[in-house]
């Protein structure tokens, strides 16, 4: 205990205030170093626009920026580059994925977070998780060869009897089409958003739901008024997400949508998407400036729409996640003088 | 107890069906969403198992369309290499950018702009990421046209906002005692981050690590065209490559069964491989206190 008694085998060492300079001027430069890495994420977003944009000048030259986006032909060998049966087809698989996923994601999220034995949680959420372990070419090769041939009859059952709508009614179906795209979409967005819908609802204040059931609402009941409205936005920005990824998706979609560059008749005739048709004339395109250049623009579309998206998405979520904890703070911050009583 | 449920009202009975079809509904949704995981791996495994055999991999694609199509050795090799070469430049700057984060940036507003793009980042098309590579290094003719060190910048790319997102959630659960401690002690920053902070999280930036090279080893879009295909093997970073998913692309369409029987055994092997390293990583992650 005494202070003596520690200095009397050697001096302490020197503090790193007294210590040579070498171990203090290796802070500022690991600290330099650190920033350097993060400065470059941002420097990479900017080439990436900087670069798609100069190599994809040459087709909005040509095309017309509007024009490019909006005209409905797509035809390389007359050099008529009009994107609009590509950004068509984007939309399309897009929409079919949200209306089968988002209902299907949701749905499983709020069961496994608010109705399943708790014993079951931990196995379901890895079953939903694997599902985005598969490969997208995987994904492609299964919608091609089993997805495809197997729904054909239903589809044609379901293009006959809904005829008078817009959108149906194109005949016999190909085997390659919209829907197969959109549906191995919904399979492919699934646990994203069924990860963020978990996310979020897990957000939601016990005591709201306490004081759901607790004023005698059923389970379903609680769920609709105090678990769907506080979760609503962070939902949304999952299914956004989702949508993100559907519109980026290439190779799966590449494989069961057909690869052909005009708007269908129907959600069962072939079409392309943005990133399909990218797969499909990156080769022959080769050392031809303007096609090339009208499929990196076709990229750079496909960029913005996504960097838009994400952008709007993440705000959501984040949004959504901090309301949830201030909102859990707020409410327990009175418990324990409750608890004293 | 029975006296006190006795003294509240029946739930009436309207209320009651809808609360049972809603959660049977729930209960449904659940298991539509598990059906399409059970029908790949089932047909993955009834396909691809019959496809494999020892010839399938210990010998390289013939490339021709008649006989045999020889098996996936070299497309096996070229996914193994690139996504090395992809990990050892994307988890390095990957966690680099998320020490940044954790350890300097706080709340800052060039923290902050970082932290968003890389979440933004997450959800570019592997496509774009392809793009541009493909504009940067392939067109210029750096080093050759297409390589598979190219297609391993790439996939670098895609992997690294990844490894960001979840090797900052790991770094920011390492206590604050164990820093100021060590600071106390006086050692430097960079000592801190290096001999503290990083042995400490390491179970968890493995974990990370290991679930961005699974995502990246199916990646197809971006290899398609940085790193183009091959047959024959090679272990040559700086030319052409093959690798699995592209060769599962490129094998899917061809009318000639033994070479579509060859897509869904390599499909069977890259799944395989895939779940291996996501199991491996979830053990890591149950195995840490701290991931």
Known sequence: MEVGAVSVTAAPPPSVMERGGAARRADPLFKALLTGLAALVLVLIAFFLVFLFTKARIAFAHQGFLSFIFTNDWNPSKEIYGSWPLVAGTLITSAVALVIGVP???????????????????????LVELLAAVPSVVYGLWGFYVLAPNLKGAEQVIDDKLGFLPFFGGGPIAGPNYF???????????????????????????DHK???????ATRWEMIRTAVLPYSRAGITGGAMLGLGRAIGETIAVAIVIGQSPAIGHSLFSQGSTLAAQIVAEFGEAGSDDLHSGALIACGLVLFILTLAINGAARYLVIRAERAGRSGTRAARAPRPAGGTA | MSAALDALAPVAGRRRLTDRAMRALLWA??????VPLVLVLWF?????????????????????FLGDPGGVRSAILGTLEIVALASAIGIPIGVGVALYLVEYGGQRWFAQAVRYFVDV????????????????????????SFAGWKGSVALALLMLPVVTRSAEVVLALVPDHLREAALALGA??????????????????????????????????????????????????????????????????????QIV?????????????????TLVARFIARRSRLA
């Open chain 1, 104 to 126: 299907v994601a949701v749905a499983s999220a709020l069961f496994i977070t608010e109705l399943c034995p708790r014993a079951l949680r931990q196995p379901l959420t890895i």
């Open chain 2, 29 to 34: 949704g659940t298991l539509v969403a598990l």
């Open chain 1, 180 to 206: 197969i795209a959109g549906l191995v979409l919904a399979i492919m967005i699934l646990p994203i958003v069924s990860a963020i819908s978990r996310e979020v609802i897990a957000t939601v204040p016990a």
């Open chain 2, 121 to 144: 980042m997450t959800g570019v098309p592997s496509i774009v990421f392809g793009l541009f590579v493909y504009i940067v290094l392939v067109v210029s003719g750096i080093g050759g």
């Open chain 2, 261 to 277: 029987a060859r897509a869904w055994g390599a499909a069977l092997t890259l799944v395989a491989l895939i779940l291996l390293i």
């Open chain 2, 188 to 257: 430097p920053r960079w000592k801190v981050i290096l001999r503290i902070v990083l042995p400490t999280a390491l179970p968890g930036l493995v974990t990370a690590s290991l679930l961005a090279v699974a995502r990246a080893m199916g990646e197809t879009a971006p290899l398609l065209f940085t790193s183009a295909i091959v047959m024959g093997r090679s272990w040559d970073l700086g030319g052409r490559m093959n690798s699995l998913p592209v060769q599962i692309y490129n094998d899917v369409s061809s009318p000639n069964d």
């Open chain 1, 210 to 216: 306490e004081a759901a059931l607790a004023l005698g």
């Open chain 2, 44 to 64: 993955l495994l009834q396909k691809g198992l019959g496809a494999l055999s020892v010839d399938f991999f210990t010998t390289d694609p013939t490339g021709n």
